[in-house]
């Protein structure tokens, strides 16, 4: 059976990162249905090695689920909640390796496991043993043998060529359908020749959103377009190149975002500011920047190139630090604004959901900008954006917006909800213009789905 490559009409992801699944089911009745987030998508659900640190999720012992985030049971409830809210449930699936141990141990769920020996799961026929580098690790990414065969950190590399992986895996992703997800975020998927992936999604019971995470490495041999024809692809050089038109370059630049960059086709596309790697690893805006983040945000929820994923982290000092937990490991529910930043509930970022939502389909119109910082364009019809990131305000100016003539809701200072506005309200005349003053790091957003 086919999956299907595109989500629905409302197609934001938000990546809880490390949420538990009671949080999870909680925050999709709270915040992520009522805000028009389309996907959550949730933490490796499967039962994994032992250990503080938030990577442990990457390390696979079995496809149980049960891991620190929760039981089978509230994973269950939890997908169950989110439907109930609207809200689509994505998984982050690690298929490409298990764990990467040396010397074994006992999983979080009781499991007793060696590097290349998971009872009852995988036996050392399935594992590549690439024969590269002394210890079989992965150093040369220009070498697509060696990407794909060899261990990516030490972790045991699933032979995802043999009919019984692909049929193992198949049979763990089709216990998650049967629980109700919706798509799945295909960890390492640059680390899988794309056809394995092909015949692993050829055995799925049912239609699923696909979105492979494929990072960009400039002239590698694995590039991102070879996995669209399975299904969605993260574009890892967005976040990037939003950063240093923020940070070093202008805004200016961003007229033509997206495929005249070099990217990936629109339609292909998931993007985000960060994600939990790259909000580690530097060279991105983060929850750190505040205002400058929330700017970006807003630029990337109101611009039509790729499905926009938002980020939301637990804060850390430190790469390695797990999420907030017990003695024991067990993830403890959420506290927003408490060692959890939920960037998803900024005002700025949740309600640019909603403009999102609203301008689906509408195509670019009106651009404006200074040469610098200060930009702003419509999405036809439907909704308008200008951000000034100049270190000044620009006041005294007006804006032509091409949108029916009304009272709309400055979604950026303000929430639109049952028809009114806790905020500034702009006023479009009759000729599609509004005049506004815009503070220096400020933006005004109004869009038709928060018209008075
Ligand atoms: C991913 N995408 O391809 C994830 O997005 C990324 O977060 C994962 O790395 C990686 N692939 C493997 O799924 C994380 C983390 C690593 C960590 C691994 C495995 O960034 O630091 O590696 O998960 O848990 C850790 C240690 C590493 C050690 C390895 C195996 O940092 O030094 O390797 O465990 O024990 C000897
Ligand atoms: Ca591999």
Known sequence: ??????PGSKRVIVQLFEWNWKSVASECTATLGPKG?????????????????????????????????????EFQAMVNTCHNA???????????????QDNGG????????????YPGTYGSQDFHHCGRNGNDDIVNYGDRYEVQNCELVNLADLATETDYVRTRLATYMNDLLSLGVDGFRLDASKHMPAADIAAIKGKLS???????????????PIQPTEYTGNGDVHEFRYGKDLARM?????????????????????????????NHDTQR????????????????????????????????????SNKDQGPPSDANNKTLNTTCYSGWECEHRWRVIANMVGFNNATQGAAVANWYDNGYQHIAFSRAGKGYLTINDEDFAITGRSYYTGLPAGRYCDV?????????????????????????????????????????
């Not at 949730?42 to 994994?48: D, G, K, M, T």
């Not at 609207?86 to 990467?100: Q, R, Y």
């Not at 049912?206 to 590698?220: C, D, K, N, T």
């Open 246 to 274: 923020f940070n070093s370059e202008r805004l200016a630049y961003l007229k033509n975002f997206g495929e005249a960059w070099g990217y990936l086709s629109s339609s292909k596309a998931v993007v985000f500011t960060d």
């Open 206 to 220: 049912r239609s699923a959103y696909l979105v492979q995470e494929v990072i960009y490495g400039a002239g590698e």
């Open 106 to 117: 006992t999983g979080w769920a009781g499991t007793t496991y060696g590097h290349y020996s």
């Open 37 to 73: 987030y389309g996907f959550v998508q949730v933490s490796p659900p499967q039962e994994h090695v032992k250990g503080n640190p938030w990577w442990v999720a990457y390390q696979p012992v079995s496809y149980r689920i049960e891991s620190r985030k929760g039981t089978r049971a």
């Open 86 to 100: 609207g809200v689509k449930v994505l998984v982050d699936t690690v298929v490409n390796h298990m764990s990467g």
């Open 281 to 316: 690893d530097g060279g991105v805006l983060t929850y750190r920047d505040r205002g400058e983040y929330a700017l970006a945000n807003a630029f990337m929820l109101a611009w039509p190139y790729g499905t926009p994923a938002v980020m939301s982290s637990f804060t850390f």
């Open 412 to 452: 950026i200072h303000g929430d639109w909800s049952n028809g009114s506005c806790s905020g500034p309200v702009i006023t479009v005349d009759s000729a599609g213009w509004f005049a506004a003053n815009i503070n220096a790091h400020d933006a005004v957003a109004i869009h038709i789905g928060a018209k008075l």
């Open 1 to 6: 059976p086919a999956a299907a490559t595109t």
